[in-house]
C-alpha cells in the first residue's frame, strides 16, 4: 500500500513538472490566441475572467489587421527577403560546407571555427557601419538592405550546419563516382549535392526562419511601413503613440509564430545533429 | 617530331587544363570557399572595421567628418556613471537569465528524457519560446505584464495573494523591470538549453551508465560525476551561444522597456542603439558597442579552448 503511494506521488509529480513547463512555455501564444479573439469591450475590462471569453469571440482584429493595415504586405516582403536570402546563402555556404568538410585539409579546421566564430559577431555591434554602407549603396529604407545583409549571418551558420553534415557523408561515394571517371567537380554535383538533399532542405528551412527571426537590422535600417517584414511591421506598426492595438498585434503575431514553430518541430533534430556535430567531431 | 608533338599538345591542352582545375582538391577547395569568405569580408569584416574606427573619431549624422580624436570617446563614456549602471545591467541581464535557462533546461531535459504518453505534444510545445521570434514573443509578454490588464496580475488577485490597490507594476519599477527582462530571456533560452542537455545525455553510452550503476552510482552521483563531465563540451556550446547572443541582445530592452524605468534596464546593445541611431552620435554609439567585444572575445575563446582541451 505504501509503495503504491508512493508511485502515486513521483507520477502525480513527475506531470505535475511536466505541466508546469508546458503552461510556461504555451501560455504566451494561448495569450495570443486567446486576446486577438476577443471583442474590445472584453479586453478591456478588468473584471472579466481573462482567460475565457466573456462575450462571443469575434475575427474582428483579424479583419482589421488584414483589411486596414500592411499585414499583408509585410507577410510578402518577409517571403520575397527569404527567398532572396535563401539563395544567396545555398550557393555561397553549399560549396563553402563542402570544402571544409572535404578539400581544405589542415587549414579546414581553422577556417571553420573562423566561420563559425563570424556567426557570433553580434548585429548589435554591426548596424552602425552597415547602416552607412547600406545609406551608400543607395538601399536605405528599403527592404533589399536586408536581403544584402542577412547572408552575413545565414551563410556562416549554414556553412557550419553543412559541414556536419559532409563530414557525416562516406567520402566513398565520391571516390567511386570519380573513378568511374567524373571530375571532382562533377562528383561533387552529381553525387554529394542530390545524396544531401535532406540536410539542404534544412538549411532551406532554418535561412528561412533565421530572416523571419532578425528584429535588429530591419529596425535600424527600415522606417517606411511598406518596406517592413512582418516581424517588425507587427511590433511597430500597430502601436501609434502610446495606443497598442492589442487585439490586432497579438493577431499578427500569432500569424507570423505558426509557420516558424511548425518549421523548427519538423527540422529540429537534424538541426542539433549538425549544430553539435560540426563542433565535437 | 618536335612540332607534332607540340601540335598535340596544344589540341588536347583546353580540355586538360580545364580537368586539371576541377580534379586539383586543393585549387577546387579554394574556389569553393572563395565566395562565402568574400562576402563575409566584405559584409562582416569591412563594416567591424569601419565600427572600430567610428570608435576613434568625431563622426555624428550631424557632422559627418572623419575627424580621429583617439580615445576620447571611451574616456568620455566611461566617465558617465549612466552607462557604468549599463554595463552593470548587461552583465546581471546575461548571467541572470543564462543561469536560470539552464537551471531550468537542466531540469526540464531530465522530464524529457522519460518515454511517457503525449512526449513529442509536449516537446513541440516546449520548444515554442526559442523557435518563434523574439520580437513577436515579447510583445506578448509585454501584454501580459500591463499596468493594467495583467492576466498576471490578475491572478494574483484572484488567488488573494495581491490587491488591485497593491498589485505590483511589473514594467514600471526598476528591479521588477529588470525581473521581467531576465525572465523572458530565460524564457527564451531554456528550450534550447533543453535540447542541447538532451542531444548531449543521449549521446553518453549506455554501456557506461550501466557500468556505473553496477559499481553502485546512484541517480545523483551517475548526472553529476559520470554524465555531466562526458557532455559538458556540448553544454558549452549551447552556453557560449547563451552568453553571446545575451549579451549583445537589445530587442527585448527596446520592445520591452525601451530601458526605463530610468535607465534600470538598458543594456550595452540597446544605449549603442540610442546614441547611434536614435540620437544620431555615430562615434559614441560604436564606442559603447565596442564594449561589447572584449566579454565576446573572453567568452569564445575560453569555451574553444575548453572544448579543445576535452578533445584530446
Given at each position: 500500500m505504501r509503495r503504491i503511494l508512493a508511485i502515486t506521488g513521483r507520477e502525480t509529480a513527475f506531470y505535475g513538472a511536466v505541466a508546469f513547463f508546458v503552461i510556461v512555455c504555451a501560455f504566451p501564444f494561448y495569450w495570443m490566441l486567446i486576446t486577438s479573439l476577443k471583442t474590445n469591450s472584453d479586453l478591456y475590462n478588468v473584471t472579466n475572467i481573462p482567460f475565457w471569453f466573456t462575450e462571443a469571440p469575434t475575427l474582428e482584429h483579424f479583419r482589421y489587421l488584414f483589411e486596414q493595415t500592411l499585414f499583408v504586405r509585410w507577410l510578402l516582403n518577409s517571403l520575397v527577403i527569404g527567398l532572396c536570402v535563401t539563395a544567396i546563402t545555398l550557393v555561397t555556404a553549399i560549396p563553402a560546407g563542402y570544402s571544409l568538410a572535404r578539400m581544405s585539409g589542415r587549414n579546414g579546421e581553422a577556417l571553420g571555427i573562423g566561420i563559425f566564430l563570424t556567426y557570433l559577431v553580434p548585429p548589435s555591434l554591426l548596424f552602425l557601419p552597415l547602416s552607412r554602407i547600406v545609406a551608400d549603396l543607395g538601399l536605405q529604407n528599403s527592404m533589399w538592405s536586408l536581403v544584402l545583409v542577412y547572408p552575413t549571418f545565414t551563410i556562416p551558420f549554414c556553412a557550419w550546419l553543412l559541414m556536419g553534415f559532409f563530414k557525416a557523408m562516406p567520402p566513398e561515394i565520391e571516390e567511386a563516382a570519380i573513378v568511374d571517371g567524373c571530375s571532382l567537380f562533377g562528383a561533387f554535383m552529381r553525387m554529394t549535392v542530390p545524396l544531401s538533399l535532406p540536410a539542404i532542405l534544412t538549411v532551406v528551412i532554418f535561412t528561412f526562419t533565421l530572416t523571419l527571426q532578425e528584429f535588429v537590422y530591419a529596425l535600424t535600417f527600415i522606417s517606411s511601413s511598406d518596406q517592413k517584414p512582418v516581424t517588425l511591421g507587427v511590433v511597430t506598426d500597430l502601436v501609434r503613440g502610446d495606443v497598442f492595438y492589442w487585439g490586432e498585434l497579438m493577431a499578427g503575431a500569432l500569424i507570423a509564430s505558426i509557420p516558424v514553430a511548425i518549421a523548427y518541430n519538423l527540422f529540429l533534430d537534424r538541426f542539433i545533429s549538425g549544430i553539435t556535430g560540426g563542433a565535437v567531431k | 617530331m618536335a612540332v607534332i608533338a607540340e601540335s598535340a599538345r596544344l589540341a588536347v591542352k583546353p580540355v586538360s587544363r580545364f580537368r586539371f582545375i576541377l580534379d586539383r582538391r586543393d585549387v577546387l577547395g579554394s574556389i569553393f570557399i572563395a565566395p562565402a569568405i568574400l562576402y563575409v569580408l566584405l559584409l562582416v569584416g569591412v563594416p567591424f572595421l569601419l565600427a572600430v574606427y567610428y570608435s576613434v573619431s568625431a563622426y555624428t549624422l550631424y557632422d559627418p567628418t572623419w575627424r580621429f580624436v583617439g580615445l576620447a570617446n571611451f574616456e568620455q563614456i566611461i566617465q558617465n556613471p549612466v552607462f557604468l549602471e549599463t554595463l552593470g545591467n548587461t552583465f546581471l541581464f546575461t548571467f541572470g537569465s543564462n543561469l536560470l535557462g539552464l537551471i531550468m533546461g537542466k531540469f526540464g531535459a531530465l522530464l524529457l528524457l522519460r518515454p511517457f504518453p503525449g512526449r513529442k505534444i509536449v516537446r513541440a510545445l516546449i520548444i515554442l519560446p526559442w523557435a518563434v521570434p523574439i520580437a513577436l514573443a515579447t510583445i506578448a509578454w509585454e501584454w501580459m505584464f500591463d499596468s493594467l490588464y495583467s492576466v498576471i496580475n490578475w491572478t494574483l488577485i484572484a488567488l488573494g495573494i495581491v490587491t488591485r490597490d497593491d498589485a505590483p507594476n511589473w514594467l514600471g519599477s526598476p528591479h521588477l523591470a529588470m525581473l521581467c527582462i531576465i525572465i523572458i530571456n530565460a524564457w527564451r533560452f531554456f528550450p534550447f538549453a533543453i535540447v542541447i542537455f538532451l542531444a548531449g545525455i543521449t549521446a553518453v553510452p549506455q554501456d557506461v551508465i550501466d557500468a556505473a550503476t553496477v559499481d553502485g552510482a546512484g541517480f545523483w552521483r551517475r548526472n553529476y560525476q559520470i554524465i555531466l563531465p562526458m557532455i559538458l563540451p556540448i553544454v558549452a556550446i549551447g552556453l557560449i551561444f547563451g552568453i553571446v547572443f545575451t549579451f549583445t541582445d537589445l530587442s527585448i530592452v527596446f520592445l520591452l522597456t525601451n530601458g526605463g524605468p530610468s535607465g534600470a534596464t538598458s543594456v550595452l546593445g540597446f544605449e549603442g542603439f540610442q546614441v547611434g541611431?536614435?540620437?544620431?552620435?555615430v562615434a559614441h554609439g560604436a564606442a559603447i558597442s565596442l564594449f561589447m567585444l572584449p566579454v565576446l572575445l573572453i567568452v569564445v575563446i575560453g569555451m574553444l579552448r575548453f572544448i579543445r582541451r576535452r578533445e584530446i
Open positions: - | 541611431i536614435a540620437s544620431g552620435d
